[in-house]
C-alpha cells in the first residue's frame, strides 16, 4: 500500500500560478507511473498530467499543454505539477495518482492504483 500525500493547492487569481507537490511518506512509488487527475463539482475526475518511472515520458490532456509541467525527482520520491496561466476553468480538486508498472500515455482512472487525499485548486478573482 502507497500512501500519496499532497500539497500546494489554494487560491490564485486568473493568469497566475501554482505548484502542487506529492510525496510518499511511507513508501516509495519508484516503479509507478505517477499523474496527476482533477474533478470539479459536478464532473467527472480526469487526466490532467502523467509522468514515466524515470521521468523520461511525460503525457498531458490537450487543454493544459505548454501551461502545466509535471516532474519527479526520483531521488527523493517526489513528484510536482507546475501550472502557470491558470484559468477558471482549471478550478478543481487536485489529485496525486499511482499506477504501477504503468504507462505514462496510457494512464487513466481505471488503471490508478493508489490515490492522494486531493488538494483544493481555486482560480478567481
Known amino acids: 500500500q502507497v500512501q500519496l500525500v499532497e500539497s500546494g493547492g489554494g487560491l490564485v487569481q486568473p493568469g497566475g500560478s501554482l505548484r502542487l507537490s506529492c510525496t510518499a511518506p511511507n513508501g516509495t512509488f519508484s516503479n509507478h507511473a505517477m499523474g496527476w487527475f482533477r474533478q470539479a463539482p459536478g464532473k467527472e475526475r480526469e487526466f490532467v498530467a502523467a509522468i514515466s518511472w524515470t521521468g523520461g515520458s511525460t503525457h498531458y490532456r490537450d487543454s493544459v499543454k505548454g501551461r502545466f509541467t509535471i516532474a519527479r525527482d526520483v531521488a527523493k520520491d517526489t513528484v510536482t505539477l507546475q501550472m502557470n496561466s491558470l484559468e477558471p476553468e482549471d478550478t478543481a480538486v487536485y489529485y496525486c495518482?499511482?499506477?504501477?508498472?504503468?504507462?505514462?500515455?496510457?494512464?487513466?482512472?481505471?488503471?490508478?492504483?493508489?490515490w492522494g487525499q486531493g488538494t483544493q485548486v481555486t482560480v478567481s478573482s
Open positions: 495518482a499511482a499506477d504501477r508498472w504503468g504507462v505514462a500515455q496510457a494512464m487513466n482512472v481505471k488503471t490508478v492504483d493508489y
